[in-house]
């Protein structure tokens, strides 16, 4: 057999084809490039040795020359544990916050959530330096807390919330808290109200209601906002960078750090490349064990 | 004191309507359906059929009056805890759930044990013929399979009535006939009130022991399917079931229930009428097409003269459009049991139209 170009196999070649160009040019051939200075070294003046050796991959699972040293591993172990901390933070916050704007009366609903996309007009740096002015020591939190304690007449020692990986947490959700609200609202408010009705029609009171139709319901809207906030957080580097001093480092930062400090692109290329390997099978994963979740959606 | 399935008494229904307005979704209505009927509520779009079978299942509390079930006043008893079951018109199967598990959802949340629900899930599913379905998504059944386990749901909860909100809608015609017998079988077996809405005239008339006409929040008319047709009380009805023709006039005087009218054009009219009328009153004599004859026969109360303005030939009958001697147009409705099926008259001919008194019906606006 061999290929016969039809009239119509030439015009879906190209009406594709502006596509094929963007992706190939801005996405496959990039790719391939850090595949390939990933197995390259740095030069003392900081350029790329191109080469073939394991070295970089080596380095960040911990092998090195003179024995084990899990400080990479670390780092993408700490990333992970950050990027489920997050996700499931923002499930527990966002649904309510969903449900409320899904059952809210038509004219409300667009309202709310333009106010939930408000934030986002803001610079994303801008965002995290106000958590920065909140949680510092004379911040906004620590002057509240000493005004309503010197008012109650206690004694009050500024706490020390910034930087920490607490607060690197806390910039995460508020960054991407809208990511999560708006996938489960929109289960939410796909839900026919005749299967409330049914569901009570046929004995189940507003809590059961809840748990057998509401949430099984909502779980494709939670698994797509799973997905539209851990791969990301694990690639972030500015909340950390910003709220975690120089001291909580991700993957996101290691990366950064290869690139623009110490001018390893190869190392950084490595390290990319792992993060993008973790998160793929980390969606991977999740998404076999829970679907996209459409067809239980599109009855 | 009878006790009925379920009683209405005197029950209205407000919403606030779109703009602040007020909307009178159900006014003053009073219903009786008794044990093990097959009751319909029948009315055009909008008329409250809907919203007075909601605040049966509970999902509507009535602005006034009471809803009883088997003699208890509901209040305010939300759904949950109210003895009857809904089937939907969009069906409102859970989709993230199996046939089995969707039949079983009620005994599941009475709290029956796990082996007796598969049996009794098992038995449903038979009586609604879709037997071994059990594993099955929604989204994998066809519409009248759906409506099937929607039954199945509502009534393997045993309950005192069986609510149905135009359960066949969204069927194709030939599946919606298939599936008013299966009603009509099913109901008889489980021996369960139904109450059936629905908007379509020919689907009441034919699976109903009563029917209510409603219109605009009211019920107009309740009886069975021969009264409602043969004895419109009011000019609706009349109109809204089958077809009439409505002849205007005046009551000229009433001898119980014979009453004379003069129609327009100086016509007089031998009718009944059911209810006591002034000389004088402005009324409308409803005649179906029927019972309206071409052929002369010996006795005929009433006898018009007219010319035929259109000739129908429909099949089994045909229909002449005739118009009266008053100006008024009627349709006559003539059986084709000549074996040549020939016309009795043509476009164009003077003929006379006969009827009976007793078909005929005064009725008032
Ligand atoms: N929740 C509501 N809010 C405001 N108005 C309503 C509400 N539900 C019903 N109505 C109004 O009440 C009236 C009766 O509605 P209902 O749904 O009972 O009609 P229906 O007889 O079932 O009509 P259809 O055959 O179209 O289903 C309509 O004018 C409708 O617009
Ligand atoms: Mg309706």
Not at chain 1, 28 to 42: A, D, H
Not at chain 1, 58 to 74: A, Q
Not at chain 1, 222 to 249: E, H, K, S
Not at chain 2, 266 to 291: M, N, W, Y
């Amino acid at each position: 057999m061999f290929l016969r170009l039809s009239r119509d196999n030439i015009r879906g070649l190209l009406l594709i084809a502006p596509v094929m160009t963007l992706i190939i040019g801005l996405l496959i051939i990039p790719l391939i490039l850090v595949v390939i200075t990933s197995f390259g070294s740095r030069s003392p003046d900081g350029n790329v040795i191109y080469g073939f050796s394991f070295d970089n991959y080596r380095r960040l699972l911990g092998i090195t020359p003179t024995g084990f040293d899990p400080l990479y591993l670390e780092i993408l172990l700490r990333s992970l544990w950050l990027a489920l901390q997050t996700t499931v933070a923002v499930i527990v916050i966002g649904f309510p916050l969903a449900y409320f704007i899904a059952r809210a009366s038509p004219r409300y609903r667009n309202l709310f959530l333009f106010l939930v996309l408000v934030p986002l007009w803001t610079n994303f740096v801008i965002r995290i330096y106000a958590w920065l002015m909140i949680l510092r020591n004379q911040g906004v939190l620590n002057s509240l807390l000493g005004w309503g304690a010197s008012l109650l007449g206690l004694p009050f020692q500024p706490l020390d919330l910034y930087p920490s990986d607490g607060a690197v947490l806390v910039g995460m959700i508020y960054e991407f808290l809208p990511f999560m609200i708006l996938p489960i609202y929109t289960s939410l408010e796909k839900i026919d109200d005749s299967l409330f009705e049914a569901a009570a029609d046929l004995g189940a009171d507003a809590l059961r209601t809840f748990l057998r139709v509401t949430l099984p319901l909502a779980v494709p809207g939670m698994v797509a906002g799973t997905i539209l906030v851990f791969v990301p957080v694990m690639g972030t580097f500015i909340v950390a960078d910003i709220l975690g001093g120089r001291q909580v480092i991700l993957v996101g930062n290691l990366v950064q750090r290869q690139f623009l400090d110490a001018r390893d692109a190869a190392f950084g290329s490595a390290a990319a490349l792992i993060l993008m390997a973790l998160t793929l099978v980390v969606t991977i994963f999740y998404t076999r064990r829970f679907g996209f979740g459409e067809e239980i959606v599109s009855a | 004191m009878p006790e009925y399935a379920v009683e209405l008494r005197d029950v209205s229904k407000r919403f606030p309507g779109p703009s602040g307005e007020i909307v009178n979704a159900v006014k003053n209505v009073s219903l009786q359906i008794r044990d093990g009927e097959f009751f319909s509520l029948l009315g055009p779009s909008g008329c409250g059929k809907t919203t007075s079978l909601r605040m049966i299942a509970g999902f509507e509390l009535p602005t006034e009056g009471e809803v009883y079930i088997h003699g208890r006043p509901m209040g305010q008893t939300p759904p949950y805890r109210r003895p009857v079951n809904t089937v939907f018109q969009n069906y409102a199967l859970f989709p993230h759930m199996t046939i089995g598990e969707n039949v079983a959802f009620g005994l599941e949340m009475k709290g029956v044990p796990k082996a007796e629900r598969e049996k009794r899930v098992k038995e449903a599913l038979e009586m609604v013929r879709l037997p071994g379905f059990e594993k099955r998504r929604p989204r994998q059944m066809s519409g009248g399979q759906q409506q099937r386990v929607a039954l199945a749901r509502a009534l393997i909860n045993h309950p005192e009535v069986l609510l149905l909100d135009e359960p066949l809608g969204a069927l194709d015609l030939k599946l919606r006939k298939e599936m008013q017998l299966e009603l009509k079988r099913l109901q008889r077996e489980v021996g369960i009130t139904f109450i059936y809405v629905t908007h379509d005239q020919e689907e009441a008339l034919t699976m109903s022991d009563r029917i209510a006409v409603m219109s605009g929040g009211r019920v107009l008319q309740v009886g069975p399917a021969h009264e409602i047709y043969e004895k419109p009380n009011c000019k609706f009805v009349a109109d809204f079931i089958g077809e009439t023709n409505l002849l205007e006039g005046k009551v000229i005087h009433q001898h119980g229930r014979q009453v004379e009218v003069l129609l327009a054009g100086g016509l007089t009219a031998h009718a009944e009428s059911d209810q006591s009328l002034v000389s004088g009153q402005q009324v409308f004599v409803a005649i179906r097409p029927e019972k309206m004859a071409l052929r002369p026969y010996d006795g005929a109360h009433n006898v018009y003269v007219g010319r035929v303005e259109e000739v129908v030939y429909i099949g089994t009958d045909t229909h002449y459009t005739v118009r009266l001697a008053g100006g008024q147009r009627v349709r006559v409705r003539e059986q084709n049991d000549d074996p040549f099926s020939r016309p009795l008259a043509n476009s164009g001919d003077e003929v006379r139209v006969y009827f009976d008194q007793t078909p005929a019906r005064v009725l008032t606006e």
